[in-house]
């Protein structure tokens, strides 16, 4: 059975180094305008970032760039770090930096049992660790073109 054991998130909206443990049952309460909203939207933002559809989920909104970005900090761009529990797989874990005014991650990582197996970082591509056998070299760097 696969799912999220924990989100991180930092510099989006009203949350700052926040981190959501998930058990069986989550219940989000609070007084209004403590939060609640904005760790859904979080939820909301990472699965619309893995999906690359930013843009539009701004426009459903009627958000700007601006509007993600939290108010507290000085930082620009919104670092994340999502934990999956994957039976077999173990472990997986997703991280990144989005750069808020280009909409696109700056560096992406994807680590299963504490190893990297994708790492992207400054438009390029690193894959590592995928292969079995011998035959290709262990590590590549690709030029991601965008």
């Not at 959501?20 to 760790?39: D, I, M, R, Y």
């Amino acid at each position: 059975m696969t799912k999220i054991k924990s989100i991180w998130i930092d510099n989006f909206k009203s949350l700052v180094d926040f981190k959501l443990e998930f058990t069986a049952f989550n219940c989000l309460v609070g007084l209004n305008g403590s939060g609640k909203s904005t760790v859904l939207h979080a939820l909301d933002f990472l699965s619309q970032l893995m999906r690359g559809n930013l843009d539009e989920w701004l426009k459903v909104r009627h958000w700007a760039k601006d509007d993600i970005s939290s108010k507290l900090t000085r930082k620009s761009n919104i670092e994340f770090k999502v934990v999956i529990e994957s039976g077999p797989l173990g472990e997986i874990i997703w991280s990144g930096s989005l750069n808020r005014s280009k909409l696109r991650c700056t560096q992406e990582e994807i680590t299963i049992r504490g190893t990297c197996f994708l790492r992207v970082e400054e438009g390029y591509l690193f894959l590592t660790g995928l292969f079995k056998y011998n035959e290709l070299p262990k590590s590549y760097k690709v030029v991601w073109d965008y």
